[in-house]
């Protein structure tokens, strides 16, 4: 059994947990406030899962998933031990759904500004290229547009994602390193925002035109 853990246990991760414990994943959950804060959430979800401190919950994870905003990164970052784990991004620099809710951050690749927070870590930019409703709705599919993107540099930290894809019912398509594919699914990305998944043969075609 493979242990998923959460930084952040608002909207993303209580849409996310659910289904990862039904799929078999060990779930751990953290926030700023104590895993007590998290007992009733913890109850109301069938599975293997737990609350934990952050430090705690980073120990434990063979995943750790970033579900925090934006502004939060660097305070719930820090202070804890990154070294060699596998994070996945899904982290956007907006604070909500309308254009002028993007942060400015410069032009940078937000993925390059979590790196910094997360010395050491395997990031693979995932869960991030879609608005919470449409994984919610779409986790397992119904049908054949089933298509979940991830983007690394880090070949095993990209396989490891993409089990975890495969678990939930996905197909999962590796846009290659970070630097180039997380690009496709960031902010304004080709890839990002189409309010329903891909098919594979559509997700192919529009990689395609990148
Ligand atoms: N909205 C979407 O449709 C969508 C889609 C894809 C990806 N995302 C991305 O997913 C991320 C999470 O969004 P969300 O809507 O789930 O946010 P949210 O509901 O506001 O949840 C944020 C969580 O982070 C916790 N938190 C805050 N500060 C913390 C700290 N210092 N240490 C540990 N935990 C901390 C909060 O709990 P406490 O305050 O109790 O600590 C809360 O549980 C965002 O980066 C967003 O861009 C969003």
Do not use: C
């Amino acid at each position: 059994m493979k242990t998923l853990g959460f930084l952040g246990a608002g909207r993303l991760a209580q849409m996310l947990a659910p289904k990862a414990a039904k799929a078999g994943w060990k779930v751990i959950l953290s926030n700023s406030r104590g895993p007590d804060t998290l007992a009733g959430l913890v109850q109301g979800i069938e599975g293997d899962v737990s609350a934990a401190t952050p430090a705690d919950m980073v120990r434990q994870a063979d995943v750790v998933i970033l579900a925090i905003r934006w502004p939060q990164i660097e305070a719930a970052t820090s202070g804890l031990d990154w070294r060699g784990k596998i994070v996945i991004d899904a982290t956007n620099n907006r604070l909500g759904p309308k254009p002028e809710d993007v942060i400015d951050i410069g032009g940078v690749l937000s993925s390059d500004v979590v790196a910094g927070h997360v010395p050491g870590a395997r990031l693979v930019k995932a869960f991030n290229h879609e608005p919470i409703p449409v994984f919610d709705q779409s986790l397992p599919p119904q049908g054949d547009a089933n298509v979940l993107f991830l983007a690394g540099s880090d070949a095993e930290a990209n396989a490891a994602v993409a089990g975890l894809l495969r678990d939930l019912g996905a197909e999962p398509v590796d846009l290659g390193p970070i630097d180039q594919g997380g690009k496709l699914i960031a902010i304004g990305g080709p890839l990002a925002n189409r309010f329903k998944l891909y098919t594979l043969p559509d997700a192919k075609a529009a990689i395609a035109t990148t």
